[in-house]
Structures are given as C-alpha cells and as structure tokens.
C-alpha cells in the first residue's frame, strides 16, 4: 500500500503566482481532507470531500482558495494568486469511513513558501 | 477554527517515565482520536475511542474520555526517546459528517 502520495514535497514561489498541490489518496479510501498547519494557526481544516463531493469548505480563507475532486484518485489545492502569508505545510488526508473505521491516513505534505 | 485544545503545550520527560496530555473540547462528538506528528513529517493515527467509550488502551497508550466535561487523555507508560513528538487530538462531530478538526498539540520531548 502506498499511501497517501502529495507532490510537490516542497514548492517555492513567488507572490503572485499560482500553486497547485496535489494529492493521491489511499485507493479505496471515500473520504479526502484538505489541512493547513503553521506554527501560529495550528492545523486548520481546509475543506474535506466525500465521495469526491465537497462537503464543507468553510476553512478555505478566502477565494483564492480552490479544491476539487474530479475523481477518486486524485485532488488539487489551487491558490491563485499566491501570497507571503499562504507559507504554510499542507496535508491531504484520506479515510474509509466505516462502522469502526474512520482514522484518517496522512500524506508527507507539501512545504510552500510564498517569497 | 480549532475544536480541541492541548495541555500542555510542552511536556519534557525522563525516559521510562509516564507521559499525560490532556485534550478538551467544545461540542459534542462521535469519536476522539489522537495523533502523532514527528518533525516535518505527517500526521500518524494511534487510537480512536468512541462517545460511548471510557477507556482503551493500546500497547503503551491508554486513553481515558469524559464526555461530560468534553475532555481526554492520552498516558503513556515507561516512555522512550523515540516517543519524542507532538500528539494531536481530533474530533469528528456527532451529527454524520466527518468534519475531522485537530487540537494545539503537545509537543513531547522524551530525554534518554
């Protein structure tokens, strides 16, 4: 099992450009979470999916922010246009949600500085 | 926003000592679930325990929650330097979505 799979591992940009991370979920695995962490914010829940239907994207900041889900095997985060403060590591998760199994599985994230 | 809260922040200790962080909350929930994140790397699922659940324990782990006073904690026994991490709370709400929100975090420091 490979896990989940996020490229890019790092991503260094300039203000003003777009990014797009992307995401590869566990196969099989219905559910994919979006998370943002910094040291002054903690983890924050970006937007999550299930059934690769957005199904609450509250945490998204502002809409510079974009998610989809075209398919079960793959997710994009697009910012557009980047900024300074969008520096931050960026998790996708996934998950099956099940009667007794709803942990979710973690990718190694998508370090991006803004400069 | 955040649902959970950790305390400590920061937990230095001796090997093979026991370790406890607690985690509260502000709403009602399905499950808890606890995480660890070594450093730069992802976020590591080690137990879940249900509303309806008090306790569970999972090798060196053991887990207590109080849904009355919206609370958790996480102990673990004869600690070693490769406990070193942050532990995470999560919750999901009760209510049928996996809205899945994470607390502050305790940052463990294990000393041989």
């Known amino acids: 099992d490979a896990g989940v799979i996020q490229s890019p591992r790092h991503e260094v940009t300039e203000m003003g450009q777009e990014v797009t991370l992307r995401c590869k979920p566990i196969?099989?695995?219905?559910?994919l979470f979006w998370y943002r962490q910094t040291m002054m914010r903690g983890l924050e829940l970006l937007i999550y999916f299930n059934n690769n239907v957005p199904i609450d994207d509250s945490g998204m900041p502002e809409d510079r922010f974009s998610a989809k889900m075209p398919n079960a095997s793959f997710s994009t985060l697009k910012i557009q246009p980047s900024e300074p403060r969008d520096s931050a590591v960026y998790f996708c998760?996934?998950?099956?949600?099940?009667?007794?199994?709803?942990?979710?599985?973690f990718g190694s994230g998508t370090q991006l500085s803004v400069l | 926003s955040q649902q959970g809260e950790e305390d400590p922040q920061a937990l230095s200790i001796q090997e093979g000592e026991n370790a406890t962080m607690n985690c509260s909350y502000k709403?009602?929930?399905?499950?808890l679930q606890w995480y660890r994140q070594n450093s730069g790397r992802g976020l590591v699922h080690l137990i879940l325990i249900r509303s309806n659940e008090r306790e569970k324990h999972s090798g060196r782990l053991r887990v207590t929650l109080d849904t009355s006073k919206k609370s958790s904690s996480l102990l673990i026994t004869a600690s070693r330097a490769a406990d070193t991490a942050s532990y995470f709370c999560?919750?999901?709400?009760?209510?049928?979505?996996?809205?899945?929100?994470f607390g502050t975090g305790t940052k463990l420091q294990v000393i041989p």
């Open positions: 196969s099989g695995h219905n559910s």
């Open positions: 998760a996934s998950s099956l949600v099940a009667a007794t199994n709803e942990k979710l599985f």
């Open positions: 709403t009602s929930i399905n499950n």
């Open positions: 999560a919750t999901t709400p009760s209510g049928g979505y996996q809205k899945v929100t």
